[in-house]
């Protein structure tokens, strides 16, 4: 999973970023210090692969992980080279979804950039600079297809698509609001890859004080909270300073710490919850001696096209699966005994993997 970092300049954004990644992106109290992307890979915490590998006496643990990209704070007008320009936003068209990055607390120490705190009025900014990126590689694409549309009745077609998307973008629109049951045009839409297509998670960046009650009583995640259940995206609220703090901590002082603040868990605990979410993501699990590891997949995916995963040849030579419920494997304490159990199904082709199952893949290429 991809997930690109956006927001203005002092927002928190690579507070944020360094904290989830530990990749030490320059972070400063001035605008445009992060001027080229940072890339962080983290791995996804879970313990259900420290209890498996513990069974199997596994070699090495490999966890599913998360790939941040960081670029350059945007500001109004950024599309028509204000600030550092848009020629960052290349970076994150790649990216399965977008963290947006909103600022919910006061400080005079930290500038913001238009002066006050108004999380609207920085998710629109934000938004047309998204849309004018957007409308940018529409006019290329109409630029291609637009002579030959006059006798190629597909061109002609994907011609009215880009129209529709253009006349929607230019309206303030996302182009994740134009909906389609046509093959052809979802097929164009992935091509196109429009950053207003892609799911948004906000990260409503908040004081200490109001991490508690999961910002409850801050009117301005409030309000994030409200656009972003009106365009069905998610919120997390999270203090980046905070998260930088912990970012230092090994795993005990980290849950102390997060005790000691009255939070379950951490802003990236949050984060990937969120994503996964957001993006209708599930784990399965392989084990053995030599590895024991994490599989994401989407959720209602088939067991050959899970099996895929691992490698090609297991979902062509695909034969069976041989699953067992994670929770169900523990309790039994080994493999034999939930066999014994009659708790490890042979499952076929028509299986749909659940999240937490543990799998043994049956193939012949």
Not at 2 to 28: D, R, Y
Not at 270 to 281: E, F, H, Q, R, T
Not at 296 to 317: L, M, N, Y
Request: glycine share 8%; hydrophobic share 40%.
């Amino acid at each position: 999973m991809k997930l690109g970092i956006v927001g203005l300049p002092n927002v928190g954004k690579s507070t944020l970023f360094n904290s989830l990644t530990k990749a030490g992106a320059e972070s400063a109290n001035y605008p445009f210090c992060t001027i080229d992307p940072n890339v962080g890979v983290v791995p996804v915490p879970d313990e259900r692969l420290d209890k498996l590998a513990a069974m199997y006496d596994s070699d090495k643990i490999t966890p599913a992980v998360i790939e941040f990209v960081d670029i350059a704070g945007l500001v109004k007008g950024a599309s028509k080279g204000e600030g550092l320009g848009n020629q960052f936003l290349a970076n994150i068209r790649e990216v399965d979804a977008i963290v947006h990055v909103v600022r919910c607390f006061d400080n005079s120490n930290i500038i913001h950039v238009e002066g006050s705190i108004d999380p609207l009025r920085d998710i629109e900014t934000i938004n047309l600079e998204l849309i004018f990126s957007d409308v940018e590689i529409l006019d290329r694409r109409l630029q291609k297809v637009g002579r030959a549309a006059n006798n190629d009745k597909t061109m002609a077609k994907e011609r009215d698509l880009i129209l529709k998307l253009k006349a929607l973008l230019e309206d303030g629109k996302l182009a994740k609001q134009y909906e389609t049951d046509d093959d052809e045009e979802k097929m164009w839409l992935k091509e196109y890859n429009l950053l207003t297509g892609k799911p948004v998670i906000f990260a409503a960046n908040v004081e200490e004080g109001d991490l508690a009650d999961d910002g409850a009583s801050n009117d301005n995640v409030a309000k994030v909270r409200e656009y972003a259940a009106s365009e069905g995206f998610e919120v997390f609220v999270v203090c980046a300073q905070i998260e930088q703090e912990i970012a230092e901590l090994d795993d005990d002082e980290k849950q102390m710490f997060l005790e000691d603040l009255g939070l379950k868990d951490s802003g990236l605990d949050k984060l990937i919850s969120a994503s996964y979410s957001l993006l209708g993501l599930i784990s399965y699990l392989t084990a053995g001696k030599q590895e024991t590891r994490a599989w994401t997949i989407t959720k209602g995916t088939k067991a050959p096209q899970a099996a895929g995963k691992i490698h090609s040849d297991f979902e062509r030579g695909f034969i069976r699966a041989e699953v067992v419920n994670y929770q169900d494997l523990l309790d039994c304490g080994s493999y034999s005994g939930a066999k014994d159990k009659g708790l490890v199904g042979l499952e076929g082709k028509e299986y749909v993997v659940k999240d937490g199952d543990v799998i043994l893949f049956r193939f012949n290429v």
